[in-house]
């Protein structure tokens, strides 16, 4: 998704490196909070630093970018980049309730990792497919239809 984003943006290949990189921060973070009863929250914390770096990154330099961009393609990059920080906003909440303070039981936490995940890695590229597929032109990403000299002698040779 980020490296979507970072294309959609026209990011230089070093900003989408840097989006990247704080989002294995934010799972190396999860994963050492979840495996260290001691240091639970300190990861935890370390992982929303992280994730406040995705955010910052996207909102600010990107965003700019994608405004540099103009048209259909920062519209796109802006609604896919909104749509993806609100889903995201979910695992965090998710994990403080559930490994951190186990006041929601695991069914909750499982199921609700499962729809995040369905939306985040699965609903949220399948509109930006969509929508490439269906505006590739007004986005500049798909060469420019070139008009026939003679259309009907094409027509014609096509039968």
């Given at each position: 998704?980020?490296?979507?984003l970072?294309?959609?943006?026209?990011?230089?290949?070093?900003?989408?490196?840097?989006?990247?990189?704080f989002d294995?921060l934010?799972?190396?973070?999860?994963?050492?909070?979840?495996?260290?009863?001691?240091?639970?929250?300190?990861c935890?914390m370390?992982?929303?630093?992280?994730?406040?770096?995705?955010?910052?990154?996207?909102?600010?330099?990107?965003?700019?970018?994608?405004?540099?961009?103009?048209?259909?393609?920062?519209?796109?990059?802006?609604?896919?980049?909104?749509?993806?920080?609100?889903?995201?906003?979910?695992?965090?909440?998710?994990?403080?309730?559930?490994?951190?303070?186990?006041?929601?039981?695991?069914?909750?936490?499982?199921?609700?990792?499962?729809?995040?995940?369905?939306?985040?890695?699965?609903?949220?590229?399948?509109?930006?497919?969509?929508?490439?597929?269906?505006?590739?032109?007004?986005?500049?990403?798909?060469?420019?239809?070139?008009?026939?000299?003679?259309?009907?002698?094409?027509?014609?040779?096509?039968?």
């Amino acid at each position: 998704m980020l490296i979507e984003l970072g294309v959609l943006a026209g990011a230089e290949r070093w900003q989408t490196i840097l989006l990247i990189v704080f989002d294995e921060l934010m799972l190396i973070f999860g994963i050492a909070s979840s495996m260290s009863p001691a240091g639970k929250w300190p990861c935890f914390m370390l992982g929303l630093l992280a994730f406040t770096g995705v955010l910052l990154k996207l909102f600010l330099s990107l965003n700019t970018r994608a405004e540099k961009l103009g048209g259909e393609a920062e519209l796109l990059f802006k609604f896919v980049a909104n749509r993806t920080a609100e889903i995201w906003c979910i695992y965090p909440v998710l994990f403080a309730l559930c490994e951190c303070t186990k006041t929601l039981p695991e069914e909750i936490e499982v199921a609700g990792y499962a729809i995040a995940d369905v939306i985040a890695k699965g609903g949220i590229p399948m509109m930006v497919w969509v929508s490439i597929v269906t505006n590739s032109r007004k986005l500049g990403i798909a060469p420019p239809i070139e008009p026939m000299e003679n259309e009907e002698e094409a027509l014609a040779d096509a039968a």
